[in-house]
């Protein structure tokens, strides 16, 4: 099964998609965590990007189009792939397409987690992951069990993101609303979105979609 998560910054998108790796055994394909690893070894195309990325603009397509056509070719997504942040405008999308017509593939779902701005710019300003297994975390909602130490992993490093400023939230839900809230009608034309309300708690969300997933497959019985 191919799916694909939509949904403003910090929408839960991350957390639903990783959720669901675990579930349905196949991969979770996030360009946020891709870029910000090429940030972090310092390629090329990291340093090309940071400015970008801290601001909370958007990548240009090609990048992100090779990025992904690259990493779906990967024969862990033989069996399917949850996209996390990809595609986020409409040429994308259509190169996302192209490239799986060609591969004699398709998507088969698109959860849309649906939140309201405000709450964006709160979660947002209180997230934090871990450094070393990427667990993500929220000061308010749902900090570490025991101080300073990951529940998962127990590193005690964790990364507060540059882009969850407030100045570069407002930027990607500009960047949100203006290009990738594109994308609903695009899959929706196409019979794949499904709308979920992302406003309720974690396990809530995550029962919704699983039961949207079952009704689809039997993949999670
Ligand atoms: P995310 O972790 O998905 O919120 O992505 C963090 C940042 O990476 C975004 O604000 C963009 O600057 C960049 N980015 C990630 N995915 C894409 C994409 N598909 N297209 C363009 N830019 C992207």
Redesign the pocket.
Known sequence: MNLIFLGP?GSG??TQAAKLEKDLNIPKL????M??KAIFDKTPLGNQ?KS??DS????P?EI?INMITERISYPDCQQGFIL??????II?AEALDQTLTNLGKKIDLVLELKVDDNAIIERTSGRFSCAKCNHSYNKKYRNTKLPGICDECGSDKFIYRE?DDPKAVAN?LK?YHSLTEKLLPYYKNQGKLFTINGMEDIDEVSNKINLIIKTKSNLLT
């Open positions: 910054p998108k991350g996030s360009t946020g965590d870029l910000r990007a970008i990325i909370g603009a958007l990548v397509d992100m996390d942040g990809f595609p986020r405008t994308q882009d990607r960047a």
